[in-house]
Structures are given as C-alpha cells and as structure tokens.
T-cell receptor, first 114, second 109 residues
Framework: SAVISQKPSRDICQRGTSLTIQCQVD?????MFWYRQQPGQSLTLIAT?????????ESGFVIDKFPISRPNLTFSTLTVSNMSPEDSSIYLC???????????FGSGTRLTVV | EDQVTQSPEALRLQEGESSSLNCSYT??????LFWYRQDPGKGPEFLFT???AGEEKEKERLKATLTKKESFLHITAPKPEDSATYLC??????????FGKGTKLSVKP
C-alpha cells in the first residue's frame, strides 16, 4: 500500500505567522486530500489537490488562508497562513490507495498556535 | 447532504467482552463505506472497505458488516491493544471521505 511521509509531525507557532506542511508519497497519485481534525472532532476535508491545476476548496476554507501546492504527482504542501489559536488542530494528508480500495493517511501534523 | 453518524461516542469493555460499534449513513449514492482505526497522535489506519449491502469483511478480532442504512464493526473478545478511536466514513462525490465523529473504545484488562 502507499506510504506517506508527512512533515513536521508537530509544531508550536506564534499567532500571525504561517506554517507549511509537506506530504511526500512513495508512488504517483492523481489526487491528494488535505483534512483538518480539530480537538475532539472528526476529520473535515479542507481541499483536494490535483497536479497541474488549482486545488478545490470545501465550503468554509479559502485559498488565501490555506494555500496548497501540488508540483508533481508525489508531493504536496498545505500552508496555514496568518495563524490564530483557532487554527490549532491536527492536519492530515491522504491519497487513494488502489491496492486495498481504501485511502492512506499521513501521520498528521499537530499544530498549536499560541 | 451525505452524513455519517457513529454510536456510541465512547465504549468501555472488559477484556474478552464482545460488542459492536454502529455507523449509520445517509448518502445520495454509496461510493464505499470505510472503517479506520486511529491511535492518539497518529493518522487513521485503514481497516475495511465495504461496497454492497450484505458484504462482510474480517480482520483478526474485527468484523465489519454493511446494510443499506448502516454498518457495524463487531469486536470479538477484545484485548487492551484494541483500544483506539474507530472512525467510519463514506466516499464523497469529490473522491474524498466523509467521516463520522468516531467511537472511542477502551478495553480494560
């Protein structure tokens, strides 16, 4: 099955700054998904990233706040911009895994904004 | 709107005490029903995908079943290492997953 390397695993950031999260997949994939998991909540889709096109954002998420890059079929970044304490969450990337008809997730980035 | 509801929110079992977790869903067209396990501080770990009512899948002490309106994750003779949050999700129209809030399972020795 696909393996995803996600970095950083955790960070503590000052409000007003930005953090870029990276996901590297060990195989080429068409779509990569970015999710947010707020404390005590389940996963919510932020956006879908296709290589060579603009990311598609879900309602409530905007490109200026969560810019995404997808330079090739194995890599993507999510930036959390102008952070506030409300952005404190776990951020996860995911790809479809055809070997098991499921989806594989990265290990997550635990972000704390102070 | 596609929706997933899991119950109970939390479940405490004694080691060896079998039980079931419920996932009810409302979708315009089922694109798969997925079960994941999530340990604290980690990303979700894939367990099962189910596509058709009546389908069943097993893995060690876990068995997932599917009807037209809900799925069950049966845990037989659980062990403390089965303690985790179990997430249910359905396939969304964007190719993504739509998750329930999860059931936090604690198994005491």
């Amino acid at each position: 099955s696909a393996v995803i390397s996600q970095k950083p695993s955790r960070d503590i950031c000052q409000r007003g700054t930005s953090l870029t999260i990276q996901c590297q997949v060990d195989s080429q994939v068409t779509m990569m998904f970015w999710y947010r998991q707020q404390p005590g909540q389940s996963l919510t889709l932020i956006a879908t990233a296709n290589q060579g096109s603009e990311a598609t954002y879900e309602s409530g998420f905007v490109i200026d706040k969560f810019p995404i890059s997808r330079p090739n079929l194995t890599f993507s970044t999510l930036t959390v911009s102008n952070m506030s304490p409300e952005d404190s969450s776990i951020y996860l990337c995911s790809v479809e895994d055809p070997t098991n008809y499921g989806y594989t997730f990265g290990s997550g980035t635990r972000l704390t904004v102070v | 709107e596609d929706q997933v509801t899991q119950s109970p929110e939390a479940l405490r079992l004694q080691e060896g005490e079998s039980s079931s977790l419920n996932c009810s869903y409302t979708v315009s067209g089922l694109r798969g029903l997925f079960w994941y396990r999530q340990d604290p501080g980690k990303g979700p770990e894939f367990l099962f995908t189910l596509y058709s009512a009546g389908e069943e899948k097993e893995k060690e002490r876990l068995k997932a079943t599917l009807t037209k309106k809900e799925s069950f994750l049966h845990i037989t003779a659980p062990k403390p290492e089965d303690s985790a949050t179990y997430l249910c999700a359905v396939g969304g129209s964007q190719g993504n997953l739509i998750f329930g809030k999860g059931t936090k399972l604690s198994v005491k020795p």
